[in-house]
């Protein structure tokens, strides 16, 4: 009978003929690193959403539904323009780009208007 060898160490396995790993912890190890790179890509992509979503609100001033700014402070604070949850368009055909409640209009110049989402 051929030996079998744990998928994770490599340590031969004894015990049932299905049994692909040596003990639990090789298991959860294994199938930890499978999905440990995807997860790790979506943590990475949230977290900058997120980061977006809350340079967007400090923009605004307190109290207020919308500010303007420059396309040159959005950057200076970190915001990832290839980041966003969705986008809008309106009947005039302006595009606003969004992470989560808060987002932007590309104005003339450079200029951008922020926005929070009426609730």
Excluded at 63 to 89: L, P
Aim: overall charge positive; charged content about 30%.
């Amino acid at each position: 009978m051929e030996q079998r060898h744990c998928l994770n160490c490599g340590a031969p396995i004894q015990g049932r003929v299905d049994k692909k790993f040596c003990d639990d912890q090789c298991r959860n190890t294994y199938n930890y690193q499978q999905t440990a790179d995807s997860n790790n890509l979506i943590r990475r992509i949230n977290h900058a959403l997120k980061r977006n979503r809350n340079i967007l609100e400090s923009l605004i001033p307190e109290g207020e539904e919308m500010a303007k700014t420059t396309k040159e402070r959005m950057i200076q604070e970190g915001f990832q323009f290839k980041y966003s949850t969705h986008s809008y368009e309106t009947k005039k055909g302006s595009v606003y780009t969004y992470c989560y409640d808060f987002g932007y209009l590309p104005l003339d110049a450079g200029w951008m208007l922020i926005v929070k989402v009426k609730e």
